[in-house]
Nanobody, 125 residues
């Protein structure tokens, strides 16, 4: 069982930066691939980024590649999403998710076992 709590969202102007954090508790974080997804108002939740349980093999959606960076600190049982050069279209609720069992990162939300409650990111133009 892994519990996830996101933080770090807020309101930022276009071109600005935010760093999201996802703090985990419970057993299994250190052997879980972690992903970030987002859901804009009225739209489906989509993949943003993912990282394997060792902190390698980062993958990104094309829409954020070169602007966002996913990382993790297993000692702090936290995964991060550094978001730079933010655009209004990045506005969404951002969710972190865990995929246990030393499995590979995945862009598919149905592959993840545990989800946080989300944090709102709003980018103004």
């Amino acid at each position: 069982q892994v519990e996830l709590v996101e933080s770090g969202g807020g309101l930022v102007q276009a071109g600005g930066s935010l760093r999201l954090s996802c703090a985990a508790s419970g057993r299994g974080f250190s052997t879980s691939a972690m992903g970030w997804f987002r859901q804009a108002a009225g739209k489906e939740r989509v993949f943003v980024a993912a990282i394997n349980w060792r902190g390698g093999d980062p993958t990104y959606a094309d829409s954020v590649k070169g602007r966002f960076t996913i990382s993790r600190d297993n000692a702090k049982i936290t995964v991060y999403l550094q978001m730079n050069s933010l655009k209004p279209e990045d506005t969404a609720v951002y969710y972190c998710a865990a995929r246990g069992g030393r499995l590979s990162p995945s862009p598919h939300e149905h592959d993840y076992n545990y989800w946080g409650q989300g944090t709102q990111v709003t980018v103004s133009s």
